[in-house]
């Protein structure tokens, strides 16, 4: 595997990788090491000397993006490999290579030392010893104009500061250009902070076709553009842009003051004079990473499971003395734990705020979510993205409103309408016929409907439009291009996002920009004139999907630049649905969750993508895996005309960083590489049944099926180990497989080919969303789509004005015909695809009968096999 910095074009897996990439160099020259020790013979022991020699060199240029292993160990190291000493090279390769995987070197200050070095190097002070549990470690970046021969003497100077009451305990990383700067940036997680000193080059030492790439195609910045004394501001726009979370510290011999002043330096924590007191810096580095490590809600309740409290409110398993002291239950306590039930109450005295309205530790926890998510402001919900979409309906919808809704998005957004009197008027996605499951919605489909609406006179009543994003299915919108021209037809509108699966987006640079709260920044700083448009943003972000939350933890992000007409129906909102007892525990990992993801979240996110990318390529190019199984592409996933870069592939070795960029910055859409969407009708298992074996022989859980595949996701809990064992049990299977067909011959061979053609080809066709009855249409010319369900829906509750008829009744098929039609009464959602293929006062047509028939799922919400199809009778609905 290339280092990340190599000459050569990049693969886009590189874009994700250098971390594991540079673990498995450090691996590999240990094996190289190895076999050099244990050669014999004069010709053998210098081939093997050389292949250790070049793959030393081909370690060094990345390592100087990062602490660890240092200028030290790497000089004892290079002593040892000219010195022919190949026993000692291979003890230090060996010691760095754990060290590095096993992250040993973060707390324990000997993984500094070279212990039998023989050359004397002494030019880093050791860390402080670190006990295991004891202060977090992180890295600082220092960008500097002085030669690197003078940054030993730099770094001995920023350990000194340290102090042992310090909470935190850093390494600096020193580079010397401003292309090196953010290639650190990029490449070292670890980093939590830079400090910029003003005055260095703009182009680095290294050959970086790869960064080139970045800054051009990505950043737009071009250094002949930039003028030699504004190299400081500049790397400050740029690594806020890839990386927000990083604070950022500028020493200048200008005034400070002049600096701040400059629009360009709202991304800086502070500015410091350049001969300014370095313990001062030192502290603010400090109290930066501190201000994102501190959780005011999680940090309140552990103090709060510590005080011997008395209660008499009405929660008697709070403090665990009903469990702890039963001969019946106390098995729960022994399961969970005391500190579960000292961390409970139905009191929000104490601290423990209340999630109703929140003026304490709630709302400094939600204050500091805005701030890491991009948000002016963060609500927590505790029952889930349901919740939190009814929310932003009722709050910013009234009776009569038209909301612009996907048709296959989550059954909150149907219900929300219900409840809110919100008229739905549904777009289609494209669809994915041969996988039975559905994109997204072209940008055409949504602006027809709003030029179709303006002709009909009814764009004033149109409120907001809401879309999915990303899709379960892993299709992501352009959410920029999406708001900017529905913004230039209606300038006033709404946008809700459901970012239910997407929370993590925010924290990859690549994905951020197709983030609602990513676009929406985008916005903010180039609409040229407010007054001609409105932006007003609304995510939803199911937190416990992708970040370490508990279930049911949920935030509803608002970037609305009118919330403040808002705000009161919201806070009526939240009263209507939130529960006057919120579970205090997930309210704290809520807390805890942002604090992980400001602190760490890019280096979980980027290895998620990582490990999403190696098992396509391990499943796609296995030999006998790739008979039965295959992990579908972009180019299967998206239709070509909405990618416009051609981006086909996430696995192909001729796919670059460059086309990775382009199709993430002009696409219409694109899929997230962490949804892999594995086929299994081609082994002859269709959806539901492959997810049973995978639980039941496998214990591997996973969510969603389609007729003839299942997803796979990859999130910040994954680990290499999980891809290892995916592909074990895909090669058991596929084993099995090819034996039954071996050994069954060709009749077992015929079924098989027969099971795989009903799977793969006579596969329903998708039904789309036909029409509301006339009873139920608004638009008096009846040219556009909307429709009163929320009447529909609460005519259904009259059993007078139901009746039913079995799916496979003459009658249905001679009514759609002939009529008089049928109206559904209620929502029918089959498990997959998970979407309602009928909505309560919708014209049901043939295609929709024809799907229904050929489901062969068991969990069809809304429909009860024994009786039928609900339907609105013909004499209630005249």
Same mark, same amino acid.
């Given at each position: 595997?290339?280092?990340?910095?190599?000459?050569?074009?990049?693969?886009?897996?590189?874009?994700?990788?250098?971390?594991?990439?540079?673990?498995?160099?450090?691996?590999?020259?240990?094996?190289?090491?190895?076999?050099?020790?244990?050669?014999?013979?004069?010709?053998?022991?210098?081939?093997?000397?050389?292949?250790?020699?070049?793959?030393?060199?081909?370690?060094?240029?990345?390592?100087?993006?990062?602490?660890?292993?240092?200028?030290?160990?790497?000089?004892?190291?290079?002593?040892?490999?000219?010195?022919?000493?190949?026993?000692?090279?291979?003890?230090?390769?060996?010691?760095?290579?754990?060290?590095?995987?096993?992250?040993?070197?973060?707390?324990?200050?000997?993984?500094?030392?070279?212990?039998?070095?023989?050359?004397?190097?002494?030019?880093?002070?050791?860390?402080?010893?670190?006990?295991?549990?004891?202060?977090?470690?992180?890295?600082?970046?220092?960008?500097?104009?002085?030669?690197?021969?003078?940054?030993?003497?730099?770094?001995?100077?920023?350990?000194?500061?340290?102090?042992?009451?310090?909470?935190?305990?850093?390494?600096?990383?020193?580079?010397?250009?401003?292309?090196?700067?953010?290639?650190?940036?990029?490449?070292?997680?670890?980093?939590?902070?830079?400090?910029?000193?003003?005055?260095?080059?703009?182009?680095?030492?290294?050959?970086?076709?790869? #960064?080139? $790439?970045?800054?051009?195609? /990505?950043? &737009?910045? %071009?250094? !002949?553009?930039?003028?030699? *004394?504004?190299?400081? =501001?500049?790397?400050?726009?740029?690594?806020?842009?890839?990386?927000?979370?990083?604070?950022?510290?500028?020493?200048?011999?200008?005034?400070?003051?002049?600096?701040?002043?400059?629009?360009?330096?709202?991304?800086?924590?502070?500015?410091?004079?350049?001969?300014?007191?370095?313990?001062?810096?030192?502290?603010?580095?400090?109290?930066?990473?501190?201000?994102?490590?501190?959780?005011?809600?999680?940090?309140?309740?552990?103090?709060?499971?510590?005080?011997?409290?008395?209660?008499?409110?009405?929660?008697?398993?709070?403090?665990?003395?009903?469990?702890?002291?039963?001969?019946?239950?106390?098995?729960?306590?022994?399961?969970?734990?005391?500190?579960?039930? #000292?961390? $409970?109450?139905?009191?929000? /005295?104490? &601290?423990? %705020?209340? !999630?109703?309205?929140?003026? *304490?530790?709630?709302? =400094?926890?939600?204050?500091?979510?805005?701030?890491?998510?991009?948000?002016?402001?963060?609500?927590?919900?505790?029952?889930?993205?349901?919740?939190?979409?009814?929310?932003?309906?009722?709050?910013?919808?009234?009776?009569?409103?038209?909301?612009?809704?996907?048709?296959?998005?989550?059954?909150?957004?149907?219900?929300?309408?219900?409840?809110?009197?919100?008229?739905?008027?549904?777009?289609?996605?494209?669809?994915?016929?041969?996988?039975?499951?559905?994109?997204?919605?072209?940008?055409?489909?949504?602006?027809?409907?709003?030029?179709?609406?303006?002709?009909?006179?009814?764009?004033?009543?149109?409120?907001?439009?809401?879309?999915?994003?990303?899709?379960?299915?892993?299709?992501?919108?352009?959410?920029?291009?999406?708001?900017?021209?529905?913004?230039?037809?209606?300038?006033?509108?709404?946008?809700?996002?459901?970012?239910?699966?997407?929370?993590?987006?925010?924290?990859?640079?690549?994905?951020?920009?197709?983030?609602?709260?990513?676009?929406?920044?985008?916005?903010?700083?180039?609409?040229?004139?407010?007054?001609?448009?409105?932006?007003?943003?609304?995510?939803?972000?199911?937190?416990?999907?992708?970040?370490?939350?508990?279930?049911?933890?949920?935030?509803?992000?608002?970037?609305?630049?009118?919330?403040?007409?808002?705000?009161?129906?919201?806070?009526?909102?939240?009263?209507?649905?939130?529960?006057?007892?919120?579970?205090?525990?997930?309210?704290?990992?809520?807390?805890?969750?942002?604090?992980?993801?400001?602190?760490?979240?890019?280096?979980?996110?980027?290895?998620?993508?990582?490990?999403?990318?190696?098992?396509?390529?391990?499943?796609?190019?296995?030999?006998?895996?790739?008979?039965?199984?295959?992990?579908?592409?972009?180019?299967?996933?998206?239709?070509?005309?909405?990618?416009?870069?051609?981006?086909?592939?996430?696995?192909?070795?001729?796919?670059?960083?460059?086309?990775?960029?382009?199709?993430?910055?002009?696409?219409?859409?694109?899929?997230?590489?962490?949804?892999?969407?594995?086929?299994?009708?081609?082994?002859?298992?269709?959806?539901?049944?492959?997810?049973?074996?995978?639980?039941?022989?496998?214990?591997?859980?996973?969510?969603?099926?389609?007729?003839?595949?299942?997803?796979?996701?990859?999130?910040?809990?994954?680990?290499?180990?999980?891809?290892?064992?995916?592909?074990?049990?895909?090669?058991?299977?596929?084993?099995?497989?090819?034996?039954?067909?071996?050994?069954?011959?060709?009749?077992?061979?015929?079924?098989?080919?027969?099971?795989?053609?009903?799977?793969?080809?006579?596969?329903?066709?998708?039904?789309?969303?036909?029409?509301?009855?006339?009873?139920?249409?608004?638009?008096?010319?009846?040219?556009?789509?909307?429709?009163?369900?929320?009447?529909?829906?609460?005519?259904?509750?009259?059993?007078?004005?139901?009746?039913?008829?079995?799916?496979?009744?003459?009658?249905?098929?001679?009514?759609?015909?002939?009529?008089?039609?049928?109206?559904?009464?209620?929502?029918?959602?089959?498990?997959?695809?998970?979407?309602?293929?009928?909505?309560?006062?919708?014209?049901?047509?043939?295609?929709?009968?024809?799907?229904?028939?050929?489901?062969?799922?068991?969990?069809?919400?809304?429909?009860?096999?024994?009786?039928?199809?609900?339907?609105?009778?013909?004499?209630?609905?005249?």
């Amino acid at each position: 595997m290339k280092t990340a910095i190599g000459t050569e074009p990049q693969r886009i897996d590189h874009l994700f990788d250098s971390a594991e990439a540079r673990f498995d160099q450090w691996r590999r020259l240990h094996k190289a090491c190895q076999s050099w020790a244990g050669s014999v013979g004069k010709q053998g022991v210098a081939a093997r000397k050389a292949a250790s020699t070049a793959l030393f060199a081909e370690i060094v240029p990345a390592e100087d993006f990062h602490a660890y292993p240092g200028a030290r160990l790497l000089a004892t190291l290079r002593d040892r490999i000219d010195g022919d000493d190949a026993m000692g090279a291979t003890r230090l390769v060996q010691r760095i290579s754990q060290a590095l995987i096993l992250r040993s070197y973060r707390r324990d200050a000997s993984e500094w030392d070279a212990h039998d070095d023989p050359t004397g190097h002494a030019d880093l002070t050791p860390l402080p010893t670190m006990e295991t549990g004891g202060r977090p470690y992180f890295e600082v970046l220092y960008v500097v104009p002085t030669p690197p021969a003078r940054w030993p003497a730099y770094s001995q100077q920023v350990r000194r500061l340290r102090r042992s009451q310090d909470q935190f305990i850093y390494e600096p990383v020193f580079v010397g250009n401003l292309e090196d700067a953010v290639l650190a940036t990029l490449l070292n997680p670890q980093i939590q902070a830079v400090v910029i000193h003003e005055g260095f080059p703009w182009a680095s030492t290294h050959n970086l076709p790869l #960064l080139s $790439e970045v800054l051009g195609a /990505t950043l &737009g910045v %071009d250094p !002949l553009t930039v003028g030699p *004394g504004d190299h400081g =501001l500049t790397l400050a726009r740029v690594i806020k842009s890839v990386r927000p979370e990083v604070d950022l510290y500028l020493l200048d011999d200008c005034r400070p003051e002049d600096v701040v002043s400059d629009p360009a330096a709202s991304g800086l924590r502070r500015v410091f004079y350049e001969v300014e007191e370095p313990l001062e810096v030192h502290l603010a580095i400090l109290e930066g990473v501190d201000a994102r490590y501190r959780t005011p809600y999680f940090d309140n309740l552990k103090k709060y499971a510590q005080k011997p409290i008395g209660t008499f409110h009405a929660l008697p398993i709070a403090r665990g003395k009903s469990v702890f002291r039963s001969d019946w239950i106390r098995d729960m306590g022994e399961f969970y734990g005391p500190t579960l039930f #000292l961390a $409970e109450s139905s009191a929000t /005295t104490g &601290g423990l %705020d209340s !999630l109703l309205e929140p003026t *304490g530790n709630i709302k =400094l926890a939600q204050d500091a979510a805005a701030r890491a998510f991009g948000a002016d402001k963060v609500f927590f919900v505790t029952n889930g993205t349901s919740t939190s979409n009814k929310m932003v309906y009722q709050a910013l919808c009234q009776p009569g409103d038209i909301v612009i809704v996907d048709r296959n998005c989550h059954k909150s957004h149907h219900y929300g309408c219900v409840l809110a009197g919100a008229q739905p008027y549904y777009v289609e996605a494209f669809p994915l016929t041969a996988y039975s499951m559905y994109g997204s919605v072209p940008l055409r489909t949504i602006k027809k409907a709003l030029l179709d609406l303006k002709a009909a006179g009814r764009l004033d009543k149109v409120r907001m439009l809401a879309l999915t994003n990303v899709t379960f299915d892993g299709h992501l919108y352009d959410t920029r291009r999406v708001m900017e021209e529905c913004l230039a037809i209606k300038p006033d509108l709404v946008f809700l996002w459901d970012e239910a699966w997407f929370g993590f987006g925010r924290f990859n640079w690549l994905y951020r920009r197709r983030t609602a709260m990513g676009a929406r920044q985008q916005m903010a700083e180039w609409f040229a004139d407010p007054r001609l448009a409105r932006i007003r943003v609304y995510q939803t972000n199911s937190t416990h999907k992708s970040m370490s939350s508990l279930r049911q933890g949920s935030m509803v992000l608002v970037g609305d630049q009118d919330f403040h007409h808002h705000e009161a129906p919201f806070h009526e909102a939240i009263f209507t649905h939130a529960s006057t007892s919120p579970n205090l525990q997930i309210i704290a990992s809520l807390d805890v969750a942002r604090r992980q993801m400001e602190l760490e979240g890019y280096e979980l996110v980027t290895h998620a993508i990582a490990l999403a990318i190696e098992i396509r390529k391990d499943i796609n190019t296995h030999p006998l895996v790739s008979k039965y199984f295959r992990v579908l592409e972009p180019a299967e996933m998206i239709p070509a005309e909405f990618r416009p870069s051609g981006l086909a592939s996430y696995t192909d070795p001729d796919v670059t960083w460059a086309k990775a960029l382009e199709a993430f910055r002009h696409d219409e859409f694109v899929l997230d590489p962490t949804r892999l969407t594995l086929v299994c009708g081609t082994a002859g298992y269709d959806g539901t049944q492959f997810k049973g074996i995978l639980a039941a022989d496998y214990e591997i859980q996973l969510n969603k099926t389609s007729r003839n595949s299942i997803l796979l996701q990859t999130n910040i809990n994954n680990t290499r180990s999980d891809v290892a064992n995916l592909l074990r049990v895909l090669v058991e299977i596929s084993r099995k497989i090819d034996t039954n067909l071996k050994e069954g011959g060709a009749p077992a061979q015929a079924a098989f080919r027969q099971r795989v053609k009903s799977l793969m080809e006579d596969v329903p066709g998708l039904p789309n969303f036909s029409r509301f009855h006339d009873r139920f249409r608004s638009d008096p010319s009846g040219t556009t789509l909307e429709g009163d369900m929320r009447s529909a829906f609460y005519m259904a509750y009259r059993e007078e004005c139901c009746e039913h008829l079995e799916l496979h009744d003459p009658e249905v098929d001679r009514r759609i015909a002939t009529g008089p039609p049928l109206v559904s009464a209620n929502f029918v959602i089959p498990y997959p695809p998970g979407f309602p293929i009928m909505v309560p006062g919708q014209v049901i047509e043939a295609d929709t009968i024809e799907f229904m028939r050929k489901l062969d799922v068991k969990e069809i919400h809304g429909y009860d096999a024994t009786l039928g199809l609900k339907l609105l009778r013909p004499d209630a609905l005249a």
